[in-house]
Nanobody, 118 residues
Framework: QLQLVESGGGLVQPGGSLRLSCAAS????????IGWFRQAPGKEREGVSC????????YYADSVKGRFTISRDNAKSTVYLQMNSLKPEDTAVYYC???????????WGQGTQVTVAS
């Protein structure tokens, strides 16, 4: 079965850090650009970050630039999202997907909840 599995979410205080993981099962991530998206209650799903399959180039939404870092370990078929200096507005369900766009993503993870609150 081909799937992506996220982990690493949780409750953290403002200013804290979390590292999310996105692991591929049943296929290799090598040939896929991997995107992280998030969806807060009542809001549309938005792109947070993306890493290409070819040269490892990265993209960040303005709202997370300088605070989040995306990386990949193809040997482990895993992509990471290191989130630092978290803010309450970062609270959302975070998803990884097999493309940098919603429309282009063939595979999606089930999501992991990130809650930033004091």
């Amino acid at each position: 079965q081909l799937q992506l599995v996220e982990s690493g979410g949780g409750l953290v205080q403002p200013g804290g850090s979390l590292r999310l993981s996105c692991a591929a099962s049943g296929f290799t991530l090598d040939y896929y650009g991997i995107g992280w998206f998030r969806q807060a209650p009542g809001k549309e799903r938005e792109g947070v970050s993306c890493i290409s399959s070819s040269d490892g180039s990265t993209y960040y939404a303005d709202s997370v630039k300088g605070r989040f870092t995306i990386s990949r370990d193809n040997a482990k078929s895993t992509v990471y999202l290191q989130m630092n200096s978290l803010k309450p507005e970062d609270t959302a369900v975070y998803y990884c997907a097999s493309d940098c766009s919603v429309a282009g993503s063939e595979y999606w993870g089930q999501g992991t909840q990130v809650t930033v609150a004091s």
